[in-house]
C-alpha cells in the first residue's frame, strides 16, 4: 500500500484558489489518485479521482505529474464552506477488497 | 452516485454493555466493506474489512473479541463493540465499493459514521 505525505494544516481565505500536494513515492502501476473531503463528525465524501496528467470536474482539479508521485488537488476561488480535512489516498480500483490507508489529511481552514 | 448508510448515527450506552452498528449499501451489492474508527482530530484507522459469506479480517492490533463483525448479506454488514469501555468511545464509519465493471475509476463510499459515547 503506498503510503501518502500531505501538509497537516493549510490556511486561505475566501475567494482564493488554493492548491494541496500530496506525495506518494511508491504508487504502483494500476494505482489512482482519489482525494476526500471530511466535515466534523460526518463520513469522508469523494471529491475527484485521477490517474495521470489533469482532471477536472464541477469542484476542483487534480493535477498529476508524469512519475505520478504526487498530486496536487486545486481549489478555485474556496468559501467559508470549505473549511474541512482533505485526504489523499492512493486506490486500485479494480479490487472492492483492495483496502486503503488513510494518512493524515490537510486541515484547511478558510477565513473572511 | 452511490448510497451508504449507518445506523444509528449516534449511540450512548453503559460500560459493560455492547452495541451493533449497522451499515448498509443502499442501492449497490458490496462483497467486502470497510470498518473504520476515528478518534477527535485524528485521522481515520482501518479496524478491519468484511467479507461477504466469510470471516472478517482484522488489522494489527484490532481485537477480534472485542469488534464482531458480520456480513451477512451483499448489503448489510454490522459491526458490535463487546462489552464496551469508555475507551472504546470514537466515530465508527464503514465504506464499500460498488465496483462497477463499466467504470473503471469506481472508488469508496462512505457511510456517514456513527458516534459511540461509552459512559
Known amino acids: 500500500l503506498a503510503k501518502t505525505t500531505q501538509p497537516i494544516s493549510m490556511d486561505s481565505y475566501e475567494g482564493q484558489e488554493v492548491n494541496i500536494t500530496c506525495s506518494h513515492n511508491?504508487?504502483?502501476?494500476?494505482?489512482?489518485i482519489t482525494w476526500y473531503q471530511q466535515f466534523p463528525s460526518q463520513g469522508p465524501r469523494f471529491i475527484i479521482q485521477?490517474?495521470?496528467t489533469k482532471v477536472t470536474n464541477e469542484v476542483a482539479s487534480l493535477f498529476i505529474p508524469a512519475d505520478r508521485k504526487s498530486s496536487t488537488l486545486s481549489l478555485p476561488r474556496v468559501s467559508l464552506s470549505d473549511t474541512a480535512v482533505y485526504y489523499c489516498l492512493v486506490e486500485s480500483p479494480y479490487s472492492s477488497a483492495s483496502k486503503i490507508i488513510f494518512g493524515s489529511g490537510t486541515r484547511l481552514s478558510i477565513r473572511p | 452516485g452511490a448510497v451508504v448508510s449507518q445506523h444509528p448515527s449516534r449511540v450512548i450506552c453503559k460500560s459493560g454493555t455492547s452495541v451493533k452498528i449497522e451499515c448498509r449499501s443502499l442501492?449497490?451489492?458490496?462483497?467486502?466493506m470497510f470498518w473504520y474508527r476515528q478518534f477527535p482530530k485524528q485521522s481515520l484507522m482501518l479496524m478491519a474489512t468484511s467479507n461477504e459469506g466469510s470471516k472478517a479480517t482484522y488489522e494489527q492490533g484490532v481485537e477480534k473479541d472485542k469488534f464482531l463483525i458480520n456480513h451477512a448479506s451483499l448489503t448489510l454488514s454490522t459491526l458490535t463493540v463487546t462489552s464496551a469501555h469508555p475507551e472504546d468511545s470514537s466515530f465508527y464509519i464503514c465504506?464499500?465499493?460498488?465496483?462497477?465493471?463499466?467504470?473503471?475509476?469506481?472508488?469508496?463510499?462512505f457511510g456517514p459514521g456513527t458516534r459511540l459515547t461509552v459512559l
Open positions: 442501492d449497490f451489492q458490496a462483497t467486502t
Open positions: 485521477g490517474y495521470k
Open positions: 511508491n504508487i504502483a502501476t494500476n494505482d489512482y
Open positions: 465504506s464499500a465499493n460498488p465496483l462497477d465493471p463499466f467504470n473503471s475509476t469506481d472508488t469508496q463510499y
